[in-house]
């Protein structure tokens, strides 16, 4: 780093500016990696919020369940990965289900052991276990 971009780095806060032409690598470099990793609309998403109040709720053990489960039972069809927060705090750790054509479904108050009962009765047998489903009346 220059001289010059070091001062207007440290003027701005830390944050470098990126030309047009970085960015447009940087993307192309990202969604090369999302390709590689296989996912497409035909997979069933599973995200588990890992903010910070997800970490302090417990959502770290629960992610761990459920790659461990999904790698276990070799659901190929299954992408298991975590995000930021999910908005609704008193309800961690979250666990949201999305299937090519269906309604995303928000499991909430997560354990490893829940976890697990989801990875077998919901992605493997097709059934939703409502009783750890967010719905209106919990709202």
Request: aromatic residues 4%; charged residues 25%.
């Amino acid at each position: 780093m220059t001289a010059a971009k070091r001062r207007l780095y440290y003027q701005l806060g830390g944050i470098i500016m990126k030309s047009l032409a970085e960015l447009k690598a940087i993307r192309d470099r990202m969604q090369g990696q999302v390709n590689m990793n296989g996912e497409d609309g035909n997979k069933i998403r599973v995200l588990v919020g890992l903010a910070t109040c997800g970490i302090a709720s417990g959502a770290r053990p629960v992610l761990t369940a459920l790659a461990d489960k999904v790698n276990e039972k070799q659901l190929d069809n299954v992408t298991v990965t975590q995000t930021g927060c999910i908005g609704l705090c008193q309800y961690e750790p979250i666990v949201e289900i999305y299937e090519p054509g269906k309604e995303k479904v928000t499991y909430i108050k997560m354990t490893p052991e829940k976890a697990e009962e989801v990875v077998e009765q919901h992605l493997i047998r097709g059934r939703v276990l409502t009783q750890y489903t967010l719905n209106e009346t919990k709202l």
